[in-house]
C-alpha cells in the first residue's frame, strides 16, 4: 500500500480521553469500506512511529477521513493528545480489514459499540444514513455520560432518520437518565431486533466475547456476527 501524507485540520475533544480528528486528503485517492482502519505513521522526536487507527467516518465522504484517538501510552497517540496542532502533518496507508459493511450485505444492522470502540461503528452508521433504506439499531455503552463519543449527533441522525434508532447505556453514572449497564443479553433481548440482521461488535476483547455468547444465547447465527480483535 502506498503511504500518502495528510494534514490535521479539525482537532478537538470528543470526550475527556477522546480526540477527534479530521485529515485531510483532498490531494489523494483515498479508498476504504465502512468500518475499516488505517496505518498511521508520525515522525516523533527523530523517530518514525506506528499505530493503527479505525477510520470513524463514511467512506461516501471523499476528500477527508475522520478519526477517534483514545489517550493512551501509545506514542502516536499521546502526542495526539498533548501536542499535536492544527496543519500538523501525519502518514497513513490503508483502508485494511475484513470486518466492514456495505449495502448488499444487509439492509438490517445492529451495531454494538462500547468505549473506543464506537469509532469504526461510526463510520458504519454514517454510511449506512447516507445511503437510505437500511435499518440499523446503535447501542452505544460507555462508562459514564461524557464519554459518549458523538452522543449528540448520534441523537441528531436517530432523529433525523426513522429507520436508525440509538440505545446509549452506561455502567456507572446512576440517575444520569439514561439505560444503567453493559451491552448484555438482557438489552439485546428487550430491542426485539429483526433475524436478518447483522451484528457488528467493537470494543475491548472481553466485552466482544461477553456480546458474541449472549448473542448465541439469543439464537443468533455465528456467520451473521462481525468482530475484529485488535492486538
Known amino acids: 500500500m502506498t503511504i500518502i501524507p495528510v494534514t490535521i485540520v479539525e482537532l478537538e475533544n470528543a470526550t475527556p480521553t477522546i480526540k477527534y ?67 500538523d502533518t501525519l502518514h497513513i496507508d490503508g483502508g485494511q480489514g475484513e470486518i466492514f459493511y456495505t449495502r448488499e450485505m444487509s439492509e438490517n444492522i445492529v451495531l454494538l459499540a462500547a468505549g473506543i470502540g464506537i469509532a469504526s461503528i461510526r463510520g458504519i452508521l454514517h454510511y449506512a444514513n447516507s445511503i437510505g433504506n437500511i435499518r440499523a439499531n446503535l447501542v452505544y455503552s460507555a462508562s459514564t455520560p461524557e464519554e459518549l463519543a458523538f452522543h449528540r449527533e448520534f441523537q441528531r441522525i436517530s432523529n433525523k432518520n426513522k429507520l436508525i434508532k440509538y440505545h446509549p447505556t452506561v455502567t456507572k453514572a446512576m440517575g444520569s437518565g439514561l439505560n444503567q449497564g453493559r451491552i448484555d443479553k438482557k438489552l439485546l433481548d428487550s430491542l426485539n431486533l429483526e433475524n436478518d440482521s447483522l451484528y457488528y461488535i467493537s470494543g475491548p476483547p472481553e466485552m466482544i466475547s461477553d456480546v458474541i455468547s449472549d448473542l448465541k444465547d439469543l439464537r443468533i447465527e455465528e456467520e451473521k456476527i462481525k468482530f475484529e480483535l485488535w492486538w
Open 21 to 87: 480528528l479530521k485529515l485531510d486528503l483532498s490531494d489523494h485517492d483515498f479508498e476504504y469500506k465502512a468500518g475499516q482502519w488505517i496505518d498511521c505513521y508520525a515522525d516523533i522526536n527523530g523517530e518514525r512511529h506506528i499505530v493503527g487507527y479505525s477510520i470513524a467516518s463514511n467512506p461516501l465522504d471523499k476528500g477527508f477521513i475522520e478519526l477517534a484517538v483514545k489517550k493512551s501510552d501509545n506514542t502516536i497517540s499521546n502526542w495526539i493528545h498533548e501536542k499535536a496542532n492544527l496543519n
